[in-house]
T-cell receptor, first 116, second 111 residues
Framework: NAGVTQTPKFQVLKTGQSMTLQCAQDMNHEYMSWYRQDPGMGLRLIHY???????DQGEVPNGYNVSRSTTEDFPLRLLSAAPSQTSVYFC???????????????FGPGTRLTVT | KNEVEQSPQNLTAQEGEFITINCSYSVGISALHWLQQHPGGGIVSLFMLSSGKKKHGRLIATINIQEKHSSLHITASHPRDSAVYICADISGGTSYGKLTFGQGTILTVHP
């Protein structure tokens, strides 16, 4: 298994540009999430999904869109990039929290995004 | 609202020392994660536990559900243990397994 993969690893955008961060997992996990990590702020939840066709907002959803058309893929779209979105983005998937593994989380390698 | 507090925020040790990082949370949980992140690196799950104690190599994690407290211990610390250690609790009940993260503990182990 490749686990959770993310592309790109690094990206520089100009203010106002849009882009999509890709995330895929091959573990057949229903639950997937996007986090951003900023110095002194810890990990904050942007959007999450509990299955194909079902998404919901996390703590910091503004400026981001997600969709979940398949179990494997969960792309994050930046609609109009702003300097405040400079961050490291992590995608994660996890097992069913009601199951015996109680939602063990697997993280992708991260995407380092700079918006100038 | 659930809050997760870690202590200490920064920890410096000499190689070989025994290290303890603490994590407290405010509401009942389903399970607790300990995560490790090396500088500039990804996030790796070290342990997930809902009771008692787990051991993997030089790492030991314990949890006391009644006291809402967990500890991560590193025996015979080594410079390669230098990383940020993050605890995250997995909510039970209607929160459907949402994670609440601590701020992280920055560990530096000197040779």
């Amino acid at each position: 298994n490749a686990g959770v993969t993310q592309t790109p690893k690094f990206q520089v955008l100009k203010t106002g540009q849009s882009m999509t961060l890709q995330c895929a997992q091959d573990m057949n996990h229903e639950y997937m999430s996007w986090y951003r990590q900023d110095p002194g702020m810890g990990l904050r939840l942007i959007h999450y999904s509990v299955g194909a066709g079902i998404t919901d907002q996390g703590e910091v959803p503004n400026g981001y869109n997600v969709s979940r058309s398949t179990t494997e893929d969960f792309p994050l779209r930046l609609l109009s990039a702003a300097p405040s979105q400079t961050s490291v983005y992590f995608c994660a998937s996890r097992t069913d929290p009601t199951g015996v593994t109680r939602g063990e989380q697997y993280f992708g390698p991260g995407t380092r995004l700079t918006v100038t | 609202k659930n809050e997760v507090e870690q202590s200490p925020q920064n920890l410096t040790a000499q190689e070989g020392e025994f290290i303890t990082i603490n994590c407290s949370y405010s509401v009942g949980i389903s399970a607790l994660h300990w995560l490790q992140q090396h500088p500039g690196g990804g996030i790796v799950s070290l342990f997930m536990l809902s009771s008692g104690k787990k051991k993997h190599g030089r790492l030991i994690a314990t949890i006391n559900i009644q006291e809402k407290h967990s500890s991560l211990h590193i025996t015979a610390s080594h410079p390669r243990d230098s990383a940020v250690y993050i605890c995250a609790d997995i909510s039970g009940g209607t929160s459907y397994g949402k994670l609440t993260f601590g701020q992280g503990t920055i560990l530096t182990v000197h040779p």
